[in-house]
């Protein structure tokens, strides 16, 4: 089914959580300790494990100037209700002129990692549970089709991460959070000697679940020192993060060991991949003779999973950059750079996003917005990027545009 370019997929958009996911969904015993929603004197937060966290402006910005973003608490009542309830996050997709939207989470953090950050691993693993549920059978299920259900991990082990993935794939689930760099969450990193994340990737390779990697997933903001400015992170953030997670996976074992394993950079822009691609097959070629051979200082294999082969197990027949278009895809929001940059990225392996409810997001004129940034394209590459790409990427069946945009 063609449909009209008027649409897109958004593969990067964010649901703040109605106060009753847990409350209503957990098992009795864990039911007090839960989140759950409080109002006091000192406004209105989520309360876990004896943890206050509000929820910031920043992260329900819909309908709001940009003189009126603010880093302050905000209440659910002064929230755009697309923010947190399923019916009228369609209307304004509809708005918008989004197709489908797939949504990380915010109270969990962007991969989950809230829960693997408690106390009760018990307890932990049944929040877990419980979000993804609720994802799949409440917040999807209100619209099939329109909103992709992602499931987030219990990332501190990833046999109960990959049988999370079993379970919630037989339920419908298309994708799964993760994070950009799992060690500063004080898990092993993707190159850990035992092969720790194995369970996990192949889970979702069996699954076919795209792996997703939101920026800032991590819980952790690269600055060059304590007294960097906070304008200056937010600038610096897609280059050293999203860039530094793209190398983490070029040169791990896991690509050449999975042919169909998924990766996705979510929000961390296109611009930079060119470069990077570029620098990794340069260091492949000029140092891969001499590491081969293991005449240097220092081991380029230290943390290796099994046999890593050349220059730290990066297959030796295939280079970064196809092993980049084999497995990778960039997401971007606004990325007129990128865009002009497509023959050195690859049209199959670019997405967009709206980013929705989010200070960054083109909503209410994503539609208008991305055709700007894609005008002069072909229409057929302007698919891809709008639409196709995310339908096979996730594995979906693209629904039948509403009548007309709201």
């Known amino acids: 089914m063609d449909i009209s370019l008027d649409w897109l997929v958004s593969v990067d958009d964010h649901v703040l959580e109605p106060p009753h996911v847990w409350q209503d969904r957990l098992p009795a015993k864990f039911r007090d300790a839960g989140p759950r929603m409080v109002t006091d004197d000192k406004g209105e937060a989520w309360v876990f494990e004896g943890k206050r966290m509000p929820t910031t402006g920043l992260s329900a910005a819909a309908g709001k100037k940009r003189e009126e973003f603010s880093p302050l608490p905000v209440t659910y009542?002064?929230?755009?209700?697309?923010?947190?309830d399923p019916a009228a996050r369609v209307e304004d997709m509809n708005r918008a002129g989004v197709l489908a939207s797939l949504s990380f989470p915010s109270f969990p953090r962007f991969c989950g990692q809230a829960f693997t950050e408690a106390d009760d691993r018990e307890l932990g693993l049944a929040c877990v549970r419980a979000y993804n549920d609720?994802?799949?059978?409440?917040?999807?299920?209100?619209?099939?089709?329109?909103?992709i259900p992602m499931i987030i991990l219990p990332l501190w082990d990833a046999t109960l991460a990959a049988a999370e993935i079993e379970r919630t794939a037989a339920k419908g689930a298309r994708?799964?959070?993760?994070?950009?760099?799992?060690?500063?969450?004080?898990?092993?990193?993707?190159?850990?000697?035992?092969?720790?994340?194995?369970?996990?990737?192949a889970a979702s390779v069996d699954a076919n679940m795209p792996i997703?990697?939101?920026?800032?997933?991590?819980?952790?903001l690269p600055s060059t020192s304590p007294d960097m400015p906070m304008a200056a992170i937010i600038a610096l953030t897609p280059v050293a993060s999203t860039a530094a997670a793209c190398i983490d996976w070029l040169f791990s074992p896991w690509l050449p060991k999975y042919p169909d394993l998924k990766l996705c950079l979510s929000e961390g822009g296109i611009g930079w991949i060119p470069y990077v691609l570029e620098r990794c097959d340069h260091v492949v070629e000029v140092h891969r003779g001499w590491a081969s051979k293991g005449d240097f200082a220092g081991d380029l294999t230290v943390g290796a999973v099994g046999d890593r082969g050349e220059l730290g197990g990066l297959a030796v027949d295939m280079l970064p950059s196809e092993l980049f278009r084999r497995h990778m895809y960039g997401c971007f929001i606004e990325d007129p750079f990128g865009v002009g940059a497509l023959d050195q990225i690859g049209v199959d392996n670019v997405m967009i996003e709206t980013d929705y409810p989010h200070t960054d997001s083109t909503w209410p004129n994503s539609i208008e917005v991305a055709h700007k940034q894609l005008a002069g394209l072909p229409d057929d590459v302007k698919r891809k990027i709008l639409q196709t790409n995310a339908a096979r990427v996730f594995g979906l069946e693209l629904p039948e545009p509403p009548a007309t945009r709201q």
């Not at 009542?77 to 947190?84: F, K």
């Open 212 to 220: 997703c990697m939101h920026l800032g997933s991590s819980s952790q």
């Open 175 to 201: 994708a799964i959070a993760f994070s950009e760099n799992p060690y500063p969450l004080g898990l092993p990193s993707i190159h850990d000697p035992s092969g720790f994340w194995e369970p996990m990737i």
């Open 77 to 84: 009542a002064d929230m755009r209700p697309g923010c947190y």
């Open 134 to 147: 609720w994802m799949i059978d409440e917040w999807c299920g209100t619209a099939p089709g329109r909103l």
